[in-house]
């Protein structure tokens, strides 16, 4: 089976950042660790809200790495302009709610048909790849194709989420059906959301899956695997 492919989501470190308004702790260095530590993209969201990437970041980080940078984004105008300035390699259009926690769900790619077709058109002309973030659904997967995506993204929410095996089971079925049908189709398939160290595996079985994106539980994986040193060397600091 091919090597997955993996995206690492960076928007957490600029969250705790955020939260303090303090210049660290710093995305720009978080992508370049990612780099080295073996990530084969760097992801970040632009919210609307900007809640934890700055544009500024995003700017940063394109300079800063020599792998694929993919920009998660809504269809918003003032977005759809940062992304054409940007150009990173790569646009996931995800749908996006002021309110959310985080992403729930894939986008409406029936009801908003003309204007992700629109906003796909535009980005691709300017030489950006564009990925659509979907459900683990064939109907969707047609719009998106329609829609002129040659990249996807299933949401594996639904699968992260499940409350029961027997669900999670059902909905890991429904993503294996979706990354079939689609790799089938010619489309390049990634999938991500929820996923973390306890179950991430099945859905890296998936030969059909070219990449996964992951954010949340790296980032909190770091936080406590890497707080050890931190004390230790802080410990030190007021030793001396
Ligand atoms: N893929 C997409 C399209 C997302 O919106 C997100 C969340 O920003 C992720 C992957 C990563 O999800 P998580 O942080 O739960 O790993």
Redesign the pocket.
């Known amino acids: 089976m091919k090597r997955k492919l993996l995206g690492v989501?960076i928007?957490h470190v600029a969250t705790l950042r955020q939260v303090r308004g303090t210049s660290y702790p710093d995305p720009v260095f978080a992508a370049r660790l990612c780099e080295s530590s073996g990530a084969d993209s760097i992801?970040a969201?632009l919210r609307e809200d900007r809640r934890h990437i700055q544009d500024r970041d995003m700017f940063a980080i394109k300079k800063a790495i020599g792998i694929r940078f993919n920009m998660?984004m809504s269809i918003a105008k003032d977005i759809v302009e940062v992304a054409l300035r940007l150009r990173p390699h790569q646009a996931?259009l995800?749908p996006e709610k002021r309110k959310e926690l985080?992403?729930e769900g894939g986008l409406d790619v029936i009801g908003q048909f003309r204007r992700l077709k629109k906003t796909v058109e535009r980005l691709k002309k300017a030489g950006i790849e564009v990925s659509l973030?979907i459900e683990p659904d064939i109907a969707h997967i047609k719009t998106a194709e329609e829609i002129g995506a040659n990249i996807i993204?299933l949401h594996t929410g639904r699968y992260a989420d499940a409350h029961t095996k027997r669900e999670m089971k059902s909905e890991l079925r429904r993503i294996i059906k979706a990354s079939e049908y689609a790799f089938n189709r010619g489309l390049v398939v990634n999938a991500?959301?929820?996923?973390h160290y306890e179950n991430v595996r099945p859905i890296a079985e998936i030969p059909e899956i070219n990449e996964l994106?992951?954010?949340?539980?790296i980032i909190s994986y770091a936080v406590l695997y890497g707080l050890k040193k931190a004390v230790r060397d802080m410990r030190r600091l007021l030793a001396t």
Request: hydrophobic share 25%; proline share 0%; net charge negative.
């Open positions: 989501n928007d992801v969201h998660e996931t995800v985080t992403t973030f993204e991500g959301h929820g996923l994106n992951i954010g949340h539980s």
